[in-house]
């Protein structure tokens, strides 16, 4: 399991369990341990067993979770991996507004050589921050170099090796935005192994807040994503959908935070 799967779900079904006991329901849990088919059959499954479902990080496409949402079975995704279509009610962090607050943290500390560790294409989450990045960079007036952008897995080993190739460049960043905590991790990790200091020789901003952003050293400069909230939110509109009233947000952003901590400074050397 890639590092902090286990707090991130666990951080959006403590939300979810809150508002089950506030709205006077009964909650029911399936594992689909990322497997598509695994999560086909549970979720026809369920549909004979309960009211509605709540998937987080579904596996299946837009298409596929239209045809199993229903007038009587409501279904709600938290944190869509895949594009949606606008009949699918989904809850989200904003992913585009995060990326857009780590990149202007980094250019206002004086950085304008940012490397950025992306997850893999395709995901919402990486597609989403990518957008945020270019965005951001587009304000300052700062053009998207290509050989700063390294695409990577949403787990340590992979931030690592993607923050050696930025690290290893002619012109190396003076600051890297990992796509998540984890990668952010791993490239702690890199700069370390090269014996360059954060942030003194290279600030780091991740994108989580997850627990172990707080005890790695330096402690880490994140995007803090409202998964407790999102977890209540979908609760919230499956309720809504139960009681047969239309929720006025069908797909809702929550807004993510900047959190600065000590893995960020102004850069040592002016590029």
């Known amino acids: ?26 909650l029911s849990i399936a594992s689909t341990r990322h497997e598509h ?57 904003a992913h585009r507004r995060g990326a857009r607050q780590a990149i202007d943290h980094l250019v206002t500390l004086g950085h304008r050589r940012i490397g950025v560790i992306s997850g893999p294409p395709g995901w919402m989450a990486t597609e989403e921050r990518r957008e945020g ?42 600051a890297i935005f990992g796509f998540n905590d984890a990668i952010a991790i791993g490239a702690m990790k890199a700069a370390h192994e090269r014996g360059l200091r954060v942030p003194e020789d290279v600030s780091i901003v991740g994108f989580d807040d997850l627990p172990y952003a707080t005890i790695v050293t330096p402690p880490l400069t994140t995007i803090r994503q409202p998964l407790a909230e999102m977890g209540r939110a979908g609760l919230g509109l499956v309720a809504r959908l139960l009681d047969s009233r239309r929720p006025e947000a069908p797909q809702i952003e929550l807004p993510t935070r900047m959190i600065v901590r000590e893995s960020t400074a102004p850069p040592r050397r002016i590029v």
């Open 1 to 26: 399991m890639p590092l902090g799967y286990d707090v991130y779900f666990g951080s959006i079904l403590a939300g979810v369990t809150d508002a089950v006991y506030e709205n006077g329901l009964r």
């Open 37 to 93: 088919a695994r999560e086909v059959q549970l979720l026809a499954q369920l549909s004979d067993m309960t009211d509605g479902a709540l998937i987080i990080l579904p596996e299946q496409s837009g298409d596929e979770l239209e045809r199993a949402l229903t007038d009587d079975y409501p279904v709600v995704v938290i944190d869509p991996l895949l594009p949606l279509g606008d009949r699918v009610p989904f809850v989200a962090a």
């Open 133 to 174: 990045w270019r965005q951001a960079l587009g304000g300052a007036g700062i053009p998207a170099d290509p050989m700063l952008f390294v695409e990577a897995d949403w787990e340590l080993g992979p931030g690592a090796a993607a923050a050696a190739q930025l690290l290893e460049l002619d012109d190396p960043p003076t």
